[in-house]
């Protein structure tokens, strides 16, 4: 019996690479053609789209960041924007949510429960759900077309402190007690044990929460009305109607556009993968 | 000894104030823009502003009587219950199906995992727009290729087109995503169980039905709720890219729906109604979630 099933398995994984690189290859098309139409001028595509890379990235790439699509807001200044949005994002969160994991994991203080559950409703509900009231109150506390505006309301999401919770909760109890022994106070042992040994954690929430800072549309586009405070993904709905009011529509510039959009995110996934799948699959746990 | 002393505090530390002043920052932030707008939110539900919004009366249920009694709102229930349900469906077949085939592939099955992961880090609108250009009508050249085998290709004319390019675009990002879960999941499937099976003799499918399927049951669980959420609240920028809601309101789902009535139309009223919609929604499936997140816990 052996053998025959080692020669169907052979002849099972050949088919299964086939198949598995085809569909990897169709999804990657999308993204191919991003690449293909950003390397040549507009009106290469009115016979189609060509099926190599052209020539002329650099010209398109001069065309995008120096003179810009007319009306729009500058793709320098937005792609600075998102950058700073993320960044702040990623610090914001870690320096509420690790704090506030600390306290639920290390403290039995009154209304521990109360605090916990109250937090962590929000914990599978992106700000798309409530983004017309948070909006409203937003606009109140003076956070409409600001800085503050893109960065803190996206804060209040409970992702961050229930990963550094999972991590904490599954420390060996003596380690609290040996502590405590030492004469060690908690602010001490958040620093000295606490953290290095959440570093893993530390890593994935940051990739997590820079992706979600970098990647919001839906909110830029509501709490922002000036061109100076807009970011690089909700910009490119300008960048598209701007394209498309030429004679011959400018998509190779869209798509240079699209993909300066897309380079940040993608790289840190795919460079971080073993912290990001980490965190991603420690939500599951 | 003395930790014992101490049982019921075993690894904690005492006091109060500072784990309050720990928990404090992160606490005003969900309750500032989370918790006391889903709850000024139900005020806004139940009443009626003038033209100028200076002075609101008491309305009832009338702003969700106006949701449920036809027009684009009803509509609009209904085609997001239809992209839903099939997105969430396929995605997680294929995610399902992807993973199988990786986790068999040995070594390069981190190079398989980030070819198709990769599109779930795109931001949405991106993804949209790369979508948008490849199926523009006489330019795209997925456009060109479907009038080529004689399709009639015009998202922006015909409804059913627009929903099916828009699923696509959202599976095409979400695949990735199920594929991930399913494969840790699958690493954590013992092979004697397999073996096991295989060797009283059921096939190869029938083995992973009855026996590897209902152990990746909390997976599926989760996944399910997670694509149902991702479904329902991050299919606004791709919408608002593509389609804009249309054509006719073909693929007007909740959240877009919700923008256009608030920020559009300026009905905050109506607005807050469709908001609580979807508080419900959200809440029902966080409430399942956390059933489930909690007996893992427990089990631990």
């Known amino acids: 019996m052996r053998p025959t099933r080692g020669a169907t398995s052979t002849l099972g994984r050949g088919a299964r690479l086939g198949a598995v690189t085809l569909l990897a290859l169709l999804f990657l098309v999308p993204l191919y053609v991003a690449v293909v139409a950003a390397t040549h001028p507009a009106s290469a595509f009115l016979r189609g789209v060509p099926v190599l890379p052209g020539g002329d990235l650099l010209a398109n790439g001069r065309q995008v960041l120096v003179r810009g699509l007319p009306g729009t807001p500058s793709v320098p200044r937005m792609l600075l924007n998102s950058a700073l949005m993320a960044a702040s994002v990623t610090l914001g969160k870690l320096l509420i949510a690790v704090p506030a994991a600390f306290a639920i994991g290390f403290f039995r203080f009154p209304g521990r429960r109360l605090v916990f559950w109250l937090i962590f409703v929000t914990l599978m509900l992106p700000i798309e759900v409530t983004f017309f009231p948070t909006y409203q109150v937003s606009v109140q506390l003076g956070l409409f077309n600001n800085f503050g505006g893109l960065v803190v309301p996206l804060l209040a999401s409970a992702t961050a402190v229930f990963l550094f919770r999972q991590v904490f909760a599954a420390f060996p109890l003596d380690l609290v007690d040996a502590a405590r022994l030492d004469g060690a106070g908690p602010l001490r042992f958040l620093a000295e044990v606490a953290l290095p040994m959440a570093r893993p954690t530390l890593a994935a929430v940051a990739v997590i929460e820079f992706v979600y800072g970098w990647n919001q549309y839906l909110w830029p586009l509501v709490i922002t009305s000036s061109p100076s405070n807009a970011t690089i993904v909700m910009g490119i709905r300008e960048q598209i109607a701007a394209a498309e009011s030429f004679a011959v529509p400018q998509w190779n510039l869209v798509m240079l556009v699209a993909l300066l959009a897309l380079i940040p995110p993608v790289v840190v996934v795919v460079a971080m993968q073993r912290w990001f799948v980490r965190g991603l699959v420690f939500q599951a746990r | ?300």
């Open chain 2, 1 to 300: 000894m003395a930790a014992r002393r101490r049982a019921a505090t075993r690894g904690t530390f005492p006091g109060w104030l500072l784990p309050l002043a720990l928990i404090l920052p992160e606490l005003v932030v969900v309750g500032l823009f989370f918790l006391y707008p889903a709850a000024r939110v139900v005020e806004d539900s139940v009443t009626a502003s003038n033209a100028f919004g200076l002075s609101s009366r008491f309305v009832g249920l009338a702003n969700f009587r106006a949701l449920f009694s036809g027009g684009d709102e009803l509509h609009s229930l209904e085609v997001t219950a239809l992209f839903v349900g099939v997105t969430t469906l396929v995605a997680m077949a294929l995610g399902l199906f992807l993973a199988v085939q990786v986790e068999q592939l040995g070594r390069s099955r981190v190079l398989f995992r980030t070819l198709f992961v990769w599109p779930y880090a795109v931001p949405a609108a991106i993804g949209g727009t790369l979508w948008l250009f490849l199926f523009e009508p006489g330019i795209g050249p997925g456009a060109r290729l479907l009038a080529d085998l004689g399709v009639r290709w015009n998202f922006a004319l015909h409804g059913p087109q627009a929903m099916v390019l828009v699923m696509a675009i959202f599976v095409w990002q979400q695949v990735g995503y199920n594929l991930l879960f399913y494969l840790a999941a699958l690493q954590g499937v013992p092979s004697e169980f397999q073996e096991a099976a295989q060797v009283d003799g059921a096939g190869k499918l029938r083995t992973f039905w009855r026996v590897v399927f209902p152990l990746l049951g909390p997976t599926t669980f989760f996944l399910l709720v997670m694509d149902l959420l991702a479904g329902l609240f991050g299919s606004f920028a791709v919408v608002d890219l593509v389609t804009q809601g249309g054509p006719a309101g073909a693929t007007s789902f909740l959240v877009y729906q919700l923008y256009r009535d608030g920020f559009v139309n300026s009905n905050a009223n109506l607005a807050a109604a469709e908001t609580i919609v979807l508080l419900v929604i959200a809440g029902v499936l966080t409430v399942f979630q956390f059933r489930f997140l909690n007996r893992r816990v427990h089990y631990r």
